[in-house]
């Protein structure tokens, strides 16, 4: 035995063709049946006009209680018009046996009525003796106490009765056919678009993800339905191209990890079964293999910090904020510059200076992050500057604050790029600029530049024993990394031939300066030693 939900039509257009025939086809019965009650009431009411207009002449009373015939009777079509049937009562109420009127049925009225029944001229309707139809009858008082009942029978009325109400059954019929061929295909096109949708979804989930619904008017349900649609897809698409991206660079991250560290612990291991398996090694050279195996395992101690730092920077990018001084941090990152690189001269300027010379007044600026984070992430510029830049090149430092505009933090223009989204345009921002007249990066190096372990080639005349040998190709992409963790921008304005400059942007107002800033600034200015 079926259960009740199956035999419940389960599609949209099925459904919408059974409602509209249901509707329709109630409809058009509803209308026959009130014109049909109608037609009824008003030809039951000429019947009863004609009744309540006929009255048996005085005479017939008289002979119709002596039990005889009428002596004088005038013409049928004066005194019983058509159909009409005469009964009469006697003063005690009891129904004569004599009548006027012929016909093969009479109604079936009572024997003996009381004063009050039937009531004078109020029409009723009662059965037929033989029960083959209904008459109309309505009482009328006569002389001596007697009554009369005029009769009418309502054949015709049943008959046109009968008739209208099979004429409205075959309209009912016809009109629920009609509705449903017609019906099923004005809703078969008017849900075509709908139908669309549906194809459009259904490619889509076999696999053409570039589809989209070309119905989109705002003006009906199914193009807002579409304009929704094509806007799920396309950030549909979206976060399967950001995955996508997410999984190559998750691979070619692996990989490279994989790579930075397998040449150092193969190093280790060389040198290791080296030291192992010549036990009669000279000092000289046994101090060399211990000092190769402690660099490698310094470098790949390095690597892994900084894999850690980009993990721990990629799933909580808050960090401890604190107000800052910039400028103080710019010239301890100098100073610690100049320990590493005693080769190198690296300067301290207010920003928007350009050129060697008196750099001018510097500001104290205070901003508000981590401070040693932001150490790093100095300490990387310079280190990134002193590495990819032939020795004697100036470096520069510059600390300031501005307000975001097109030039400086807004979106990228050519010549720029940043891995980090642009900061609001006009709001107040402090900056710190690394700045060098090295030879600069091409377009392609530069849009890699913040990636994870990429190495730009050097330029012609750089060193090839910096960060080539040694480094990770992991400083830019955690300095930009740390720089969105603190709300803030790193980006890069460089150009073949034209040197490079890494400026950082933090979100704030900009600072005064404070008495002691030319106490900083001649402390500063010449704190790395010349090349």
């Known amino acids: 035995m079926r259960s009740p939900g199956r035999l419940r039509p389960r599609s949209l257009r099925t459904r919408l063709v059974l409602i509209a025939t249901v509707l329709a086809t109630a409809a058009v019965l509803v209308c026959q049946a009130t ?25 017939v009373y008289r002979d119709i209680s002596g039990g005889t015939a009428p002596a004088h009777r005038p013409p049928a079509h004066e005194i019983l ?12 109420g009891r129904l004569l046996p004599e009548s006027l009127g012929d016909g093969r049925s009479e109604p079936r009225l009572r024997r003996t009525v009381t004063a009050g029944d039937p009531v004078d001229g ?27 009942v005029v009769a009418l029978p309502l054949d015709s009325v049943e008959e046109a009765t009968s008739r209208l109400l099979w004429f409205s059954l075959g309209i009912g019929v016809a009109t629920a056919a009609g509705v449903t061929l017609l019906g099923g295909a004005a809703v078969r096109l008017g849900l075509r678009p709908l139908t669309r949708v549906e194809h459009t979804a259904r490619s889509i989930t076999g696999g053409e993800l570039e589809q989209n ?16 649609f094509n806007t799920m897809l396309d950030q549909l698409r979206a976060a399967l191209h950001r995955k996508d991206r997410t999984e190559r660079r998750l ?27 010549d036990p009669q090694m000279s000092a000289s050279r046994r101090r060399e293999a211990h000092e190769l195996i402690a660099q490698n395992a310094d470098r790949m101690s390095r690597l892994v910090d900084s894999l850690f730092l980009l993990a721990k920077l990629g799933d909580a990018p808050t960090t ?9 941090l710019a010239a301890d990152g100098i100073a610690a510059t100049a320990v590493r690189h005693p080769e190198r001269r690296v300067t301290l300027a207010p920003l928007g200076a350009r050129g060697a010379g008196d750099p001018g007044e510097l500001d104290v600026v205070e ?30 430092v510059r600390v300031g604050s501005l307000r975001v505009g097109p030039l400086t933090g807004g979106a990228d223009r050519p010549g720029r790029t940043s891995a980090n989204p642009p900061l609001p345009s006009g709001d107040p921002a402090h900056v710190i600029e690394v700045a060098d007249d090295g030879p600069g990066l091409s377009p392609q190096d530069a849009a890699q530049v913040f990636d994870r372990f990429y190495r730009a080639q050097p330029a012609a005349g750089t060193p090839r024993d910096g960060v080539l040998a040694g480094g990770s190709g992991l400083g830019l992409a955690i300095a930009s990394t740390i720089a969105e ?7 890069l304005d460089t150009g073949p031939g034209e040197g490079c400059v890494f400026r950082l942007l933090l979100p704030g107002g900009p600072a005064p300066g404070r008495p002691g800033a030319g106490r900083c600034q001649a402390a500063c200015r010449g704190d790395a030693p010349r090349g």
């Open 35 to 59: 014109g049909l009650t109608l037609m009824r009431s008003w030809l039951v009411g000429q019947v009863d006009d004609r009744l309540t207009d006929f009255r048996p002449p005085s005479p």
């Open 320 to 328: 401890e904020h604190g107000p800052v001084d910039l400028l103080s």
């Open 213 to 228: 619904v070309t119905d989109t008017s705002p003006d009906t349900e199914v193009g807002r339905l579409g304009i929704a």
């Open 81 to 92: 018009p058509s159909d009409f049937r005469v009964y009469f009562y006697d003063a005690e």
């Open 367 to 396: 901003g508000s992050g981590d401070p040693h984070q932001l150490a790093q992430v100095l300490s990387n510029l310079l280190d990134n500057a002193c590495t990819h830049t032939p020795t004697g090149t100036r470096i520069e």
């Open 122 to 148: 109020r029409p009723a309707t009662v059965p037929a003796e033989d029960g083959g139809g209904s008459w109309r009858v309505v009482a009328d008082s006569g002389p001596d106490g007697m009554r009369a």
């Open 251 to 277: 691979r070619r991250f692996m990989a490279d990890a994989g790579h930075e560290l397998r040449t150092p612990l193969t190093s280790l291991q060389g040198f290791a079964e080296l030291l192992l398996h």
């Open 485 to 491: 963790a603190h709300g803030g921008r790193l980006e």
